[in-house]
């Protein structure tokens, strides 16, 4: 690269944050998808209380239900990044958001006409999982067709800020308009975000690249291997895989073993542990908006490692808290290991979304996003295994730790010799 080339290229990457305010189908997109994640996080409230509070549901009915909203990514991811590669992704996105209109809509409607199941609840989860398992993967793999590669950190950046505060906001949202309307009714409000998510997608003017049309006697076990072995032959990818799944199984164990902390070992109130855990949004909502500055400071491909292992170290402060002012450790440590994990996702995200072809981006998604997500509830299981083994505090520093540990397998990486994340050939 020339003097004057790199020159250019610096001012470029330095006005990424502000060129995205000028792009009116990144704005389209990022304003539909916050809409759509703050109605959802209503849901994740919402739900549940219909099945207790309308249909009087066992403990054991709400955990399937809870169970029922995740399991569509266990069983249709693989094949979703298959049919995602091979059909236009901003058309899949549409149909997901008219499909999810629906099929959450049905729930206030068998409510208001006294007809509402527990098993229209179990069809709803898991239909509206499927939906958003298909939107997810079109919708990570449409980006990079829709901004250009230097602008992707800025990009997945404000799109994981907004994703942390529909986290922080959504719940309290959800709770009082439960309060207000009740639970079934609350629901209308998930239904018309992705109305808006659907308005806002059809607003966009920028069409990708038609994709190439798979053999007609190709099968999809084949299609579904492709994108895997892209995954696992690419030794920064295999990587970054290795390190994310750890990082969630780790999460996983310190989600389990939190609330049981907070309650019985440090003594605060209900009220005071939602907040408590709040830190982890606020700190996930800081590290997106500073994410995209941090790259251009420390490299977009350095900062997969530095955030895993400087900037996530101090979370282990957490275990440390202590009933009285010490209880202020927790949310301290909680708010470290969102801040960091945020701006590792951001980046990581951003280097598969620009190293990997167009034609097996939807795969690629499927597959990191099928192998990651799986271990969430093998590290809840084991939290609570080991919470109740060695004891709560033993078992969240394992946690904390092992989440931090994570990042051993990026530096020990190719990533451990570049400083940006690379660029694609001048055409």
Known sequence: MTEV??????????????SLWRQRDFILLWSGQTVSEMGSAVTRVALPLVAVVALNASTFEVGLLTAATTLAFAIVALPAGAIVDGHSKRSIMIICDVLRLVILGSVPLAAAMDVLTIGQLYL??????????FFDVSYQSYLPSLIRTEDLMAANGKLGTTQSFAQLAGPSMGGGLVALVGAAMAIVVDALSYAVSLLAILGIRKREEPPPAPPADEPLRRRITEGLRFVFANPILRRVVACTGTGNLFSGMT?????????????????????????????????????????????????????????????VIAAAAWQGWGVL?????????????????????????????????????????????????????????????????????????GAWAAGWFVFFSPLRRMRDIPQPAAS
């Not at 080339?5 to 502000?18: F, I, M, Q, T």
């Not at 598969?352 to 795969?363: D, S």
């Not at 271990?375 to 946690?399: C, E, K």
Request: charged share 10%; glycine share 12%; proline share 4%.
């Open 124 to 133: 709803v989860a898991l239909a509206a999982g499927v939906c958003t398992v």
């Open 5 to 18: 080339a790199k020159d250019l290229h610096d001012v470029r990457s330095e006005a990424d944050g502000r």
């Open 255 to 315: 989600a389990a073993l939190a609330m049981v902390f907070l309650v019985r070992d440090l003594r605060v109130s209900p009220a005071m542990t939602g907040l408590i855990l709040a830190g982890s949004a606020i700190g996930g909502m800081v590290g997106g908006a500073f994410a995209g500055k941090l790259a251009q400071k420390i490299g977009t491909a350095r900062i997969i490692w530095v955030s895993m292992l400087v900037f996530s170290a101090p979370q």
């Open 329 to 401: 450790l927790f949310p301290l440590g909680w708010g470290i290991a969102g801040f960091a994990f945020m701006v590792y996702n951001i980046a990581q995200v951003s280097y598969r979304q620009a190293v990997t072809p167009p034609e097996l981006m939807g795969r690629m998604n499927a597959a990191v996003r099928w192998i990651v997500w799986g271990t969430m509830p093998l590290g809840s299981l084991l939290g609570g295994a080991l919470g109740t083994l060695i004891g709560v505090r033993p078992a969240l520093v394992v946690a904390f730790v």
